[in-house]
């Protein structure tokens, strides 16, 4: 049974005339991560809105279709409940903070989720040091940077250890050595725990080579589902308004400089392009 079950979803926001999700079947299973993109306004966060219940609990609007997380409808499952299972990353962390402490943001949904104090002193622990927030454990969130408030975000959910996590452009305001630290945490925590993971990202560079599919969304719809593979021997991304990611665009430039017809396989990695030039294929 995949953990995730989208079908045949519309949603329009109250007020609007377009629906920002129009018509979406998408299938994710155990342990699969998932790499969502698409341009702005193309409704990536829209679906892990839906994905995580606030639509269409919080946010009103006309809903058709269902969307299924770890066997409960989500339209007919409180969003408590869903939190049970469900961690999400906002776009913009600043909406999700509320405590007065770094540590308090962290524990206090293990104390509502009724977690005994022991192992909620550790959890928290866990989860500020693998963030790289320990040292910030007695600050006030509000008076963060972006980028620690973004990596605080990160740290409650993996504190609260859901089954699927839902990163909705989670490095956005992170400088691109923290980006990849914390991406490939979040990949390396989500890889040995075994969690099912949606992440929406601009960073491609990072997540491409790690992820297992890339969903492209366009206008509402799901434009493409596959492997990255499968994208890249295909496309760079920027027919779908995406900004390529380097190593495939490098390959697909030299591809047509040589008028040959490709490989097989395109690299996704430094090292595989470096493989690929120093064997002399195309
Ligand atoms: N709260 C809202 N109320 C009304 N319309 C909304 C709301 N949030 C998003 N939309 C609209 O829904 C559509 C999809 O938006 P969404 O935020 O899901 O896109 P996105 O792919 O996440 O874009 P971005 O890359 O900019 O984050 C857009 O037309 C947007 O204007
Ligand atoms: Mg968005």
Redesign the pocket.
Known sequence: MPVIEVKGLRFR????E?W??DGVDLEVSEGELVLVV????????????AVVGLIPHF?R?DYQGSVRVCGLDVAETPVHVIATKVGMVF?NPETQLFSTTVEAEVAFPLENLGVPRDEMLARVEEALRATGMAELRKKNPAELSGGQKQRLAIASIIAMRPEVLLL??PTSMLDPVSAQEILEFVVGYCRSEGKTMLV?E?RLDLLVPVVDRIVV?SE?RIAFDGSPQHFFLRHTGAEFGIKPPRVPEVYHRAVAASGSGGCERVPLTAGELVELVSSGDP
């Not at 926001?13 to 609007?16: Q, V």
């Open positions: 926001y109250e007020g609007s377009a920002s999700l698409g341009p702005t306004g193309s409704g990536k966060s829209t679906l892990l809105r946010y609007g776009q909705d452009e929406s601009h969304f509402g």
